[in-house]
């Protein structure tokens, strides 16, 4: 299936700009990609994790644009994902043959909190915090020779990758002394090593015909397998067993032999980056590197927008901030332009297979990999 058409709402803060107005320009951009009006799609999927009841039909019915079924999806970080891949059954079933996906989010400021964890976690510093964020990265440190010095070369990468995208909540290009000259969060992560919640929408028009432009060869989610005492899903289970395959990899693995390729195939990846290290256990997880190959796949400059593999040359969420629902489209958003030629100066020259990754809080991780 072919992705017809994307659009987005840029993210950052918007005060004067309501979510259902976010989520309709995206909306807008996106169909009118396609070519696509009302009544030109059979089902919508919209994709948020703090919008509340029926957002989806708050948007689209903020466009006149009711009646098809609009199903709300929630999974964290990887809602759209999770919406995507619904989309895609949707199409590859024959049920529909035009689809809409959507994300949309206004996110609260500070520290992003969760009813998937029980009020004793997130006490002890084990929910979606920079203390869980700040373990999982000191667990890195020990495992793959990850220092603090790696951690503020992430940022500097994405940070100067965002300044080219007009979207991203942050585009200006900062120096290493400047990332570990911001203040300690929780250690090792300093405050500029954190990603900021923040708002926008972003969607895609799916559709069954394959004709030139960008395809999707899969989209995967998976969930957690329980056991590992740093797991995203069951902290402090008790079992510190490097066997437990994280969903990530599970996701990954899925993705690859759906589509037909291999992580030496891709020539582009937009990779959560929830926090610096959150990238960097990511090129790991994706199977990019071996285990425990992060730091040295860093630091060959591989990854760099110059590089043999660009990672997140959007910039990623350490410059675009993340509105929850809408942050995995916002990936599939930017490599779709990537495909087309259309990334401007972040372009990746000749890119024809590209992957994005999600981790999302509710214990799933989606892989989607796009080709031309």
């Known amino acids: 299936m072919e992705v017809a058409g994307v659009g987005l709402h840029p993210f950052g803060r918007h005060p004067g700009t309501s979510l259902p107005a976010m989520g309709a320009a995206a909306v807008r951009a996106a169909l009118a990609e396609a070519e696509v009006g009302r009544g030109g799609f059979q089902a919508a999927f919209c994709a948020t994790a703090y919008a509340g009841v029926a957002s989806g039909h708050k948007v689209l019915g903020a466009l006149g644009m009711t009646g098809m079924p609009i199903v709300d999806v929630e999974a964290g970080c990887a809602s759209g994902a999770a919406a995507l891949m619904l989309a895609a059954s949707a199409i590859a079933s024959g049920q529909r043959d035009t689809v809409l996906v959507f994300g949309v989010e206004k996110m609260p400021k500070g520290i992003i909190r969760s009813s998937f964890f029980d009020p004793w976690q997130e006490e002890a510093g084990l929910a979606a915090t920079p203390a869980y964020f700040a373990l999982r990265a000191q667990r890195l440190m020990e495992t793959s020779g990850v220092t603090k010095d790696h951690l503020a070369s992430v940022v500097v990468k994405n940070?100067?990758?965002?300044?080219?995208?007009?979207?991203?909540?942050?585009?200006?290009?900062?120096?290493?002394?400047?990332?570990?000259?911001?203040?300690v969060v929780c250690e090792p992560l300093h405050l500029w090593m954190l990603c900021s919640p923040n708002e926008g929408a972003a969607a895609v028009v799916l559709r069954a015909a394959r004709r030139s432009g960008v395809r999707v060869d899969s989209a995967v989610l998976r969930s957690h397998?329980?056991?590992?005492?740093?797991?995203?899903?069951?902290?402090?289970?008790?079992?510190?067993?490097?066997?437990?395959?994280?969903?990530?990899?599970?996701?990954?693995?899925?993705?690859?032999?759906?589509?037909?390729?291999?992580?030496?195939?891709?020539?582009?990846?937009?990779?959560?980056?929830?926090?610096?290290?959150r990238e960097l256990l990511g090129y790991e997880e994706l199977r990019l590197c071996p285990p425990g190959g992060s730091a040295e796949l860093l630091e060959s400059g591989a990854t760099a927008l110059a590089?043999?593999?660009?990672?997140?040359?959007?910039?990623?969420?350490?410059?675009?901030?993340?509105?929850?629902?809408?942050?995995?489209?916002?990936?599939?958003?930017?490599?779709?332009?990537?495909?087309?030629?259309?990334?401007a100066e972040r372009q990746v020259p000749g890119a024809r297979v590209a992957l994005a990754h999600t981790v999302g809080r509710g214990a799933n991780a989606g892989v989607v990999i796009l080709t031309r």
């Open 225 to 277: 397998l329980p056991g590992a005492v740093l797991s995203e899903s069951t902290p402090l289970a008790g079992l510190a067993d490097e066997s437990v395959v994280p969903p990530s990899t599970l996701a990954a693995d899925a993705a690859y032999e759906e589509a037909g390729v291999g992580p030496e195939d891709l020539d582009v990846v937009e990779c959560q980056d929830t926090d610096a290290a």
């Open 307 to 343: 590089g043999r593999l660009p990672v997140n040359p959007s910039g990623g969420l350490l410059s675009k901030g993340e509105p929850l629902g809408a942050s995995a489209l916002g990936q599939v958003v930017e490599l779709v332009r990537q495909l087309r030629g259309q990334g």
């Open 159 to 183: 940070r100067a990758q965002g300044a080219g995208n007009p979207d991203a909540m942050f585009r200006s290009a900062v120096a290493a002394a400047d990332v570990l000259g911001s203040r």
